[in-house]
Each structure stands twice: as structure tokens, then as C-alpha cells.
């Protein structure tokens, strides 16, 4: 049983119509005991969120964006979903350039990636995929929370405060 199937069994969610059991998040069919589906809906909603935070995005916030994509990549590496990219010894060199120059020519190479001084190294994450094959429905909802979080902790506002105000304004 994989620990997204324990953690469904553990929570009391509801079994669904085929056998398997209902998200207690947002009432996705999981399917079967031991396989995780994630949910395309609930998909939607997440990439709705991160849109909505892209356009009520504080102009007086440290960092800013130029996409939504961009924004994403920021906020699931911020929320821990992220692996490392590269490190890079610094010697030698002002540490408030270096990063000012990591960031620079990955914007400039189109990428996503955040770089981060731990003492003398210049660390670079990255941002893991969201993949449908590489992340479970269980771990996805648990990074839309951690998402919205961040989100909270960086605008004041909730991700999901932030998307209902777009809808009702649509």
C-alpha cells in the first residue's frame, strides 16, 4: 500500500464508486486501494490560483514577476518542492553580485530557478515537476496547501481568498 493510501486510510476518506477512496480535500476518486489519480479539476483550481496571485501580486513585494509561470516555479520552490540545481563555491567574490548574476542569466536563459547564499556557496534550486506520473494526488494537495501559504506569507492574503475574488469579478 503506498503511503498516499495509508495516509487516505488513516484519514477516514470516504470509500468511492469504484472501491477506492474519495479525496477529503476536494472529493476526488483516488481509485483503487494502492494507485493515486490525481485530480485534473483540482489541477485547474491550482494553476487558477497561481494566476490570480500573479494579478493581485503586491507592487510593493521584494520580488516581482514578469508570468504566472514564473511566479509558480517561485512559489512551489519557496513551499519546499524543489531540488537542488547547482552550487557554487564563492571565493573571493562580492556574495550580493554573485546572486545578482545567478538570477540574472537564468531569467535570461529562460528558466525558472532560485538562487539562495548559504555562507560561502551560492546554492541554485530548482523547481521539481508537478507531473501527473511524478507526484501523487495526496502530496499534490499537500503543495497546493503549502502553496497557498506562501502566498499568505508573502501578500496577506490566502490563495484561495485571492481566487474567489477573481471568479466573482469574472
Given at each position: 500500500?503506498?503511503?498516499?493510501?495509508?495516509?487516505?486510510?488513516?484519514?477516514?476518506?470516504?470509500?468511492?464508486?469504484?472501491?477506492?477512496?474519495?479525496?477529503?480535500?476536494?472529493?476526488?476518486?483516488?481509485?483503487?486501494?494502492?494507485?493515486?489519480?490525481?485530480?485534473?479539476?483540482?489541477?485547474?483550481?491550482?494553476?487558477?490560483?497561481?494566476?490570480?496571485?500573479?494579478?493581485?501580486?503586491?507592487?510593493?513585494?521584494?520580488?516581482?514577476?514578469?508570468?504566472?509561470?514564473?511566479?509558480?516555479?517561485?512559489?512551489?520552490?519557496?513551499?519546499?518542492?524543489?531540488?537542488?540545481?547547482?552550487?557554487?563555491?564563492?571565493?573571493?567574490?562580492?556574495?550580493d553580485r554573485a546572486v545578482f548574476l545567478a538570477e540574472a542569466a537564468i531569467r535570461a536563459a529562460g528558466s525558472y530557478a532560485l538562487p539562495i547564499l548559504h555562507g560561502d556557496t551560492l546554492v541554485i534550486f530548482k523547481p521539481k515537476s508537478i507531473a501527473f506520473s511524478k507526484l501523487s494526488h495526496t502530496e499534490f494537495c499537500r503543495l497546493s496547501d503549502d502553496v497557498s501559504d506562501v502566498i499568505f506569507n508573502e501578500t496577506g492574503q490566502r490563495g484561495e481568498q485571492l481566487l474567489m475574488e477573481t471568479e466573482a469579478a469574472a
Open positions: 500500500m503506498s503511503n498516499a493510501s495509508k495516509a487516505l486510510a488513516a484519514s477516514g476518506a470516504p470509500q468511492s464508486r469504484n472501491g477506492g477512496q474519495s479525496c477529503p480535500h476536494c472529493g476526488c476518486d483516488v481509485g483503487p486501494a494502492g494507485k493515486s489519480v490525481r485530480s485534473v479539476p483540482q489541477l485547474r483550481r491550482y494553476f487558477a490560483m497561481i494566476k490570480a496571485a500573479f494579478h493581485h501580486w503586491p507592487e510593493t513585494a521584494d520580488r516581482q514577476f514578469a508570468s504566472a509561470d514564473e511566479l509558480r516555479a517561485y512559489l512551489q520552490m519557496k513551499a519546499g518542492h524543489r531540488e537542488i540545481g547547482a552550487t557554487i563555491p564563492l571565493t573571493g567574490m562580492n556574495k
